[in-house]
């Protein structure tokens, strides 16, 4: 399914912290202002979300306190389809239309995650939101987000981060030497170690040549500015 138009596409990964405004569970204030942000974008920009869970659940944490690590990732996924619908209900109090494909079935709150009906939805201005990540133990949102922008041919992932504005050649809040970078290549974040992703998730972005954006929430207008394609944050390119 090639795209049929030439309309800007992007993959907006949210992660769970976003949601919570760094606590558990969703703040209905925080999601709000960004729905508000996406809704002032559809018509100019075709934008697919995946969402996060770390406002819920981490299947590692959960298994470092014994459980199985397979059924904690489910409960991980599980939280993802809670800010979904979190999403959703703002988006849609916004006036924009909006799908929630989950990567596990639920009927009754999802969509199954169709990838050219999907891509359907963007084209007609409806914002598609993927929930439960990959349906897959093992796995992170950030490699989802990677793998979702590759299927449906979004132009550029989005990292949307909290409490950092970019990709710095040190922790910022901790080496006050750090520098903010303009552009970064993946082999140079691999090399330094830099994880403004997963792994998994730069090596599948560096292999398929897709570039990503990592900019801060913190900013009024932040996320419209970076669906918008302006240069803000970071660009990390293969
Ligand atoms: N998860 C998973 N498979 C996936 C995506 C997520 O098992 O394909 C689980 C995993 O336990 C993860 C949790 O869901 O810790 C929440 O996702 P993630 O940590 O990626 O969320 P974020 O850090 O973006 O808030």
New binding site residues.
């Given amino acids: 399914a090639e795209k049929s138009n030439h309309r800007r596409r992007v993959l907006l ?6 949601f919570g405004g760094g606590k558990l569970g969703v703040d209905p204030d925080t999601v709000r202002g960004i729905a508000d942000q996406i809704a002032s974008t559809v018509g100019t920009v075709e934008t697919a979300i995946v ?12 298994a470092e306190s014994g459980m199985d690590r397979s059924r ?6 599980l ?2 389809v809670m800010n979904c619908l979190a999403l959703q209900d703002f988006l849609e109090q916004a006036g924009v239309e909006t799908r929630v494909q989950s ?1 596990i079935s639920m009927a009754q709150v999802a969509e199954a995650y169709i990838p050219r009906r999907a891509i359907r939805h963007l084209e007609k201005d409806r914002v598609v939101i993927f929930g ?13 987000a990677a793998q979702r922008a590759l299927e449906v041919h979004a132009d550029e992932v989005l990292m949307a981060k909290s409490g950092v504005d970019g990709v710095y050649t040190a922790d910022p809040h901790k080496d006050p030497t750090a520098r903010k970078l303009e552009t970064l290549t993946y082999d140079d974040a691999l090399r330094q170690n830099i994880r403004v992703m997963d792994q998994t998730a730069m090596t599948m972005c560096k292999d398929n040549k897709l570039a990503m954006r990592v900019f801060g929430m913190e900013g009024a207008g932040n996320v419209a500015s970076a669906v918008l394609g302006e240069q803000i944050g970071t660009l990390v390119t293969a």
């Fill in positions: 990964k949210l992660s769970g912290e976003v969402v996060g869970g770390g406002n819920f659940f981490r299947g590692a944490q959960l904690a990732d489910y409960m991980g996924m939280g993802t990567a439960a990540g990959a349906g897959l133990p093992y796995f992170s949102t950030d490699t989802v």
